[in-house]
């Protein structure tokens, strides 16, 4: 019995492989972009979409320039008492468009970093300005497809052999900021 038992099982397996040996079709696909083709893709993307926003002021486009930003975006300025919200940047910013001149900027160099995850990176960015040399950086995330400027900082350039005269001029304003923050 123990005979016909095994024999019954062999029999069962070899059915069972006779019957999955048949021709699997051929499957051909596109690869997809492993993860550093996809990062890559993704800071081409915020590269494009950085541009476009400097573009939207340039033009005194208010709607385009403002939907570059997160809701909850800040924007600081170059001025220490520059730290703007979007609603407060939206409101001061106003005036400019409407009359057609906001500001221009166009970077002449950049650089992205990309968090590996690919829904959030950081930049910076060494600008052409009406100030000269400015440097420009910040954070991006990426909302549903685009991406979208959340923290923005724009500081002007001092060369190095020049600080001590920048200092010197601003350094009353600047004082009377600070015994103001300190309370002196």
């Known amino acids: 019995m123990k005979h ?3 024999h019954c099982f062999y029999l069962l397996v070899a ?4 019957a999955c040996t048949f021709e699997q079709p051929q499957i051909t696909s596109t690869p997809m972009p492993t993860d550093s083709t996809a990062l890559a893709l993704e800071k081409l993307a915020i590269d494009s979409m950085l541009t476009s926003y400097h573009a939207a002021a340039a033009h005194a486009d208010f709607d385009a320039y403002f939907n570059h930003f997160t809701d ?24 400019y ?6 500001w221009s900027f ?3 160099q950049r650089n992205i970093y990309m968090h590996p995850e690919g829904t959030m990176a950081w930049f910076d960015e060494l600008l052409d300005t009406r100030m000269k040399l400015c440097r420009g950086s910040g954070v991006v995330l990426k909302q549903g497809s685009d991406w979208k400027v959340q923290h923005y900082v724009l500081a002007m350039t001092i060369p190095n052999a020049q600080a001590d ?11 009377a900021l600070l015994d103001s923050l300190m309370g002196r």
């Open 97 to 102: 468009f409407d009359k057609g001149k906001a």
């Open 4 to 6: 016909i038992f095994q």
């Open 106 to 108: 166009t970077a002449v």
């Open 165 to 175: 005269t920048v200092i010197a001029a601003k350094g009353p304003i600047e004082d």
């Open 72 to 95: 909850d975006a800040v924007f600081i300025g170059t001025d220490a008492t520059e730290l703007w919200h979007k609603p407060s940047f939206m409101a001061y910013a106003k005036p």
């Open 15 to 18: 059915t069972l492989l006779m």
